[in-house]
């Protein structure tokens, strides 16, 4: 089946450090989302990239999808002890309807 | 707008009991839903697709039997733990697509953390 995997699984960082994840597809993707999940909470939707190539910008974060469509990554300029938490991308195949996540990368800042 | 709920919160149950989870789309109809299962410090396993209205679509090695999936209406979907065991403790969270604003963006419910005693 469709495997999505995400290096590094962990990253300790001091504030102001940039972040990098990366994650990479078994599959050709149709699109693929970017979550954050905070310690003890629920996944937030951060953005959704479709378009082979594309990089979007939210902020600090830095968003990037891979010519193939297999590979994305997300990087994180000076990071802020508010980017603590685990991020996950959620790949799509075709038209289906359904996501399957990354295994995620946590992501801790100290001062 | 686009919250989803989910109850309980939190519920610890003894072996051998059922246990059923709501996840509701407030402000928004969910044709669909989606159930996943969350382990500590582990990603999200995407268990079943809810439609509503019918039968609900399960990933590969769950058991339909023992995690009863009902969609009976445009804002509810309910999984239902049959037989709960130790190995079923998790965090189970649901999510749903607001087709109706043309997103495919999914709203996650703030999850439900049983414990299975």
């Known amino acids: 089946g469709q495997q999505v995997m995400q290096i590094p699984q962990y990253q300790h960082v001091q504030e102001g450090e940039d972040f990098t994840t990366y994650c990479n597809s078994s599959?050709?993707?149709?699109?693929i989302q970017w979550y954050k999940q905070r310690p003890g909470g629920h996944p937030v939707f951060l953005i959704q990239?479709?378009?082979?190539?594309e990089v979007k910008k939210q902020k600090r974060l830095t968003f990037q999808f891979g010519e193939a469509k297999k590979n994305s990554s997300l990087h994180i300029t000076a990071t802020q002890t508010t980017d603590v938490g685990t991020y996950f991308c959620?790949?799509?195949?075709?038209?289906?309807?359904?996501?399957?996540f990354g295994t995620g990368t946590r992501l801790q800042v100290t001062l | 707008g686009a919250v989803v709920s989910q109850h309980p919160s939190w519920v610890i149950c003894k072996s051998g009991t059922s246990v059923k989870i709501e996840c509701r789309s407030l402000?928004?109809?969910?044709?669909?839903m989606f159930w996943y299962r969350q382990f500590p410090k582990q990603s999200l396993m995407l268990m079943a697709t809810?439609?509503?209205?019918?039968?609900?679509?399960?990933e590969q090695g769950v058991e339909k039997d023992k995690f009863l999936i009902n969609h009976a209406s445009l804002t509810l979907s309910t999984l239902t733990v049959t037989s709960a065991h130790p190995e079923d403790s998790s965090f189970y969270i649901c999510s749903a697509r607001d087709q109706g604003r043309g997103g495919s963006e999914q709203y996650f419910g703030p999850g439900t953390r049983l414990t299975v005693t």
């Open positions: 809810s439609n509503e209205g019918s039968k609900a679509t399960y």
């Open positions: 402000d928004f109809q969910a044709t669909t």
């Open positions: 599959t050709t993707l149709s699109n």
């Open positions: 990239l479709v378009k082979s190539g």
């Open positions: 959620a790949g799509r195949r075709g038209t289906a309807s359904k996501l399957t």
